[in-house]
């Protein structure tokens, strides 16, 4: 009796610790799948406001230029530092 019960507790100790750990898995791949989308997103809206910052001054040396394309940066609701 006390060996099935023993067996009994290891088989669902296993299978707890297999359900969390695949459980993390999952929602680690997850949110960094969110995560790459969401970078992508936000250096193709960088791009977009270089191009057009680019396509108004002519150049990005210009001290205008330079103070457009932050005021567009700091606009976003979320600003990243790398």
Not at 4 to 11: D, E, P, R, W
Not at 39 to 62: D, I, P, R
């Amino acid at each position: 009796m006390n060996r099935k019960l023993y067996l009994a507790y290891i088989l669902f100790s296993l299978a707890a610790f297999c359900a969390a750990t695949g459980l993390s898995a999952y929602r680690f791949i997850h949110v960094k799948n969110m995560n790459l989308a969401e970078a992508v997103n936000k250096a193709t809206s960088f791009k977009t406001a270089v191009m057009q910052t680019y396509q108004v001054f002519g150049s990005l040396e210009s001290p205008e230029a330079q103070a457009d394309l932050k005021r567009t940066i700091l606009a976003s609701s979320m600003i990243r530092v790398a």
